[in-house]
């Protein structure tokens, strides 16, 4: 469990830099959308190999293919409703650290490096595009800064709870797991991260997503 905790911290606090960043700099939008490109990619390829891989190869083609779809499914249906009835989703957010926690058991640190950077390189520019927005909408450095930093709380706890309640449990609910995480993040990546990131960066996030994919797949290597 102090594994998770530390390594929750340690992803956990791109949002308090990002926030930070974000309360006394207003970057161009383009620079944001490129780092949320480069997490993109970085993040497909954690999925693929530190998540999804493992699950597939724990449960089998069932177990994985359907904690992938309704993973996805989960995300669809969260984000609808929220869009419906007000507010923003922390869902891909929460999943992310949750699947952090998950991909830590049985694994060793230097096993699950690449969906930490992938992880941490997508929370920065959240954070930073997020309370960007904020003080364009009145609100003050430090609410922004303390909005942001209880999120980075949360999430920590988000990856130890992930840790902690699913140790133990059978390979194949682990399988699930795994996969229902990669699910829910892979359908945030299509539905919401990419495309904001391509209408506010063009092309050049086609680069800058292949080179987040470069980047953690030499780190799994």
């Known amino acids: 469990m102090l594994t998770a ?4 911290l340690a992803v956990s606090s791109a949002l308090v830099i990002g926030a930070v960043t974000g309360a006394f700099w207003r ?3 383009g620079l944001v959308a490129i780092a949320l490109a480069f997490a993109s990619g970085a993040l497909i390829t954690a999925l693929a190999f530190d998540l999804f891989e493992e699950a597939f190869e724990a449960g089998g083609p069932w177990i994985a293919g359907g904690g992938l779809l309704v993973g996805a499914a989960a995300f669809v249906i969260a984000d609808e409703l929220l869009d419906r009835y007000g507010g923003s989703s922390g869902f891909a957010l929460r999943a992310e650290n949750l699947a952090l926690g998950v991909g830590l058991i049985g694994s060793s640190l230097s096993g699950i490096l690449a969906l930490l950077v992938g992880i941490f390189a997508s929370n920065l520019p959240e954070a930073l595009g997020g309370a ?5 909408g009145g609100r003050s450095r430090a ?6 930093t209880a999120t980075a709380v949360l999430l920590t706890i988000a990856v130890v709870m992930g840790n ?7 390979e194949n609910v682990l399988a699930f797991a795994r996969a229902f995480a990669a699910g829910a993040v892979l359908a945030s990546l299509a539905d919401t991260v990419m495309p904001d990131a391509y209408r506010q960066g063009g092309p ?8 987040g ?6 780190i799994s290597q």
Do not use: E, K, Y
Not at 143 to 148: G, S
């Open 5 to 8: 905790l530390l390594v929750g």
């Open 27 to 29: 970057p161009p939008q």
């Open 132 to 136: 960007v927005d904020m003080r364009n």
């Open 143 to 148: 609410f922004v800064v303390a909005i942001w």
């Open 164 to 170: 902690v309640l699913f140790t133990g449990v059978s």
């Open 204 to 211: 050049l996030v086609a680069f800058a997503t292949a080179a």
């Open 213 to 218: 994919f470069l980047l953690t797949f030499l």
